[in-house]
Nanobody
Framework: QVQLVESGGGLVQAGGSLRLSCVAS????????MGWYRQAPGKQRELVAF???????NYADSVKGRFTISRDNAKNTVYLQMNSLKPEDTAVYYC??????WGQGTQVTVSS
C-alpha cells in the first residue's frame, strides 16, 4: 500500500496558475507510473495526465498545452503544473500511484 499526500490546491482566477504536488511513501517510486485525475461535481473521475517510470507522459486533450506533469524520483514526488486555468478545470484533483493507490484529493477552484 502506497500512501499519497497531495498539496497545492486552492482558489485562483481564470488565467492563473497552480502547482500540485503529491508525495508518495514507497521505496519503489522510481518504477511506478504516477497520474493525476480530477472529479468535478456530478461528473465521473477523469484522467488528467500520467508519467511513466521512463518519463513518458500523456495528457487529456482538454489540458494539453496548459498542464505539465513531472516527477522527482529523489523526492518521491510527482507534480502537476497548471497554467492558463479555466473555470472548467474546477475539480478535486487526485494523485494515483500504479493501479490501486489514490490520494485523498486537493480542491482546485477557478473563478471566472
Amino acid at each position: 500500500q502506497v500512501q499519497l499526500v497531495e498539496s497545492g490546491g486552492g482558489l485562483v482566477q481564470a488565467g492563473g496558475s497552480l502547482r500540485l504536488s503529491c508525495v508518495a511513501s514507497t521505496n519503489f517510486f522510481n518504477i511506478i507510473t504516477m497520474g493525476w485525475y480530477r472529479q468535478a461535481p456530478g461528473k465521473q473521475r477523469e484522467l488528467v495526465a500520467f508519467v511513466t517510470s521512463g518519463d513518458s507522459t500523456n495528457y487529456a486533450d482538454s489540458v494539453k498545452g496548459r498542464f505539465t506533469i513531472s516527477r522527482d524520483n529523489a523526492k518521491n514526488t510527482v507534480y502537476l503544473q497548471m497554467n492558463s486555468l479555466k473555470p472548467e478545470d474546477t475539480a478535486v484533483y487526485y494523485c494515483r500511484a500504479g493501479y490501486t493507490n489514490w490520494g485523498q484529493g486537493t480542491q482546485v477552484t477557478v473563478s471566472s
